[in-house]
């Protein structure tokens, strides 16, 4: 069941929409097929706060110019007071620089989200390309894909050409006064390390980011630096803590439209994942890779971005059914890495959905 959409049209580029007292939607667009991210403007009582800043396009950078000179002609003047990051992704954080840098405002994220951009962005620390290459080959992707992927090195900072030297830490917990309302940090985890939302109870509004998306399932994936995490237990962990807020709260997702339904849409990511936790279950009746595996999770052609999330999705799956016990880990003497469904001490395969 899909959720409820109040608002059936988005902003146009360079426009805003008031979906709430004193809160506007911005929509910038994206290079990829996923093409555009929901920005936030809040009214502050001395300017305005900026939640989330898009990817670092000249296209985005002009669509920012014109709002920004909007906003200095209204009654409230133009200023910014805060650029608030929900995560280091680069249609998240891309401009949080140059518009730290435009408009003299401070940035504010989380701890996990500020070091990891700036790990990805120089790659130390076990991110970047080649670790991510060296896991994807161990998980059986073949050279071609590989070599593609390999061309790809250094998007991130295309995206993001500059990160902020110094941030406002976020924690999970904490409360910003912005306009007269009470915005609570909420972190979640499992898409990025440390992801923020934020929550107004008086309004009844909750900036979701990445975590809570209408119609997509957000990519939850397995990175190089932590290979045996289990990314989607966490991803399914954050989500179910959103239960407690109102049905009646509206969500304003980084991706797709403001919506009502909350407790209907995490049902929803829950029973997606475990079906597709069953079907890779139902093929791992003899070893498999995750590369073996994309098309069984993913049964349409891929371009290089996409088989970059999809093989990180594909492990993050594995990894669950081995956490629960229902998959085996093998790892040959080259690294190599492969699932199985589990046996019980007959040796008969357990079935699926087991614990």
């Not at 360079?14 to 093409?35: C, I, K, N, Q, Y």
């Not at 954050?238 to 797709?256: F, K, M, N, Q």
């Not at 209907?264 to 590369?291: F, G, I, M, T």
Request: aromatic share 8%; charged share 20%; hydrophobic share 40%.
């Amino acid at each position: 069941m899909l959720p409820d959409y109040p608002f059936a049209t988005p902003p146009a580029a360079g426009e805003t929409f008031e979906v709430s007292p004193g809160v506007h939607w911005l929509r910038m667009p994206l290079p990829f097929a996923l093409d555009h991210i929901n920005l936030w403007l809040l009214e502050d009582d001395a300017g305005w706060t900026i939640v989330d800043t898009g990817f670092a396009l000249e296209a985005v950078q002009a669509c920012w110019q014109t709002i920004l000179g909007r906003l200095a002609a209204t009654a409230r003047g133009g200023r910014i007071t805060r650029i608030v990051v929900t995560h280091f992704h680069p249609d998240h954080v891309g401009l949080a620089a140059w518009l730290e840098t435009r408009t003299g405002a401070p940035v504010l994220m989380t701890l996990g989200e500020y070091l990891t951009a700036h790990a990805v962005w120089h790659e130390v620390g076990g991110h970047g390309n080649q670790p991510m290459l060296r896991q994807f080959r161990a998980h059986g992707l073949d050279a071609e894909r590989c070599a593609a992927l390999e061309r790809r090195s250094g998007n991130y900072n295309r995206g993001v050409p500059s990160l902020p030297s110094q941030y406002q830490r976020l924690f999970a917990g904490d409360e910003l006064a912005i306009g007269g309302h009470c915005w609570q940090v909420r972190v979640g985890f499992g898409h990025s390390p440390e992801h923020a939302a934020f929550y107004s109870a008086d309004l009844g509004v909750l900036i979701s980011g990445d975590m809570l998306l209408p119609k997509i399932s957000t990519n939850v994936s397995v990175f190089a630096v932590t290979p045996l995490a289990d990314s989607l237990a966490d991803y399914l962990q954050s989500i179910d803590r959103y239960r407690e807020l109102p049905a009646a709260t509206l969500v304003l997702p980084s991706h797709g439209l403001p919506f009502y339904g909350i407790e209907k849409r995490v049902d929803a990511l829950h029973a997606h994942h475990e079906e597709r936790l069953l079907v890779l279950e139902e093929h791992c009746d003899s070893p498999r890779s995750a590369a073996e595996l994309l098309m069984t999770l993913f049964p349409r052609d891929l371009d290089t971005h996409q088989t970059m999330f999809a093989m990180g999705e594909a492990i993050a799956h594995l990894n669950r059914l081995e956490h629960a016990g229902r998959l085996t880990r093998i790892e040959d003497s080259s690294g190599r890495v492969r699932f199985v469904r589990k046996q019980d001490d007959s040796g008969v395969l357990s079935p699926s959905g087991s614990r």
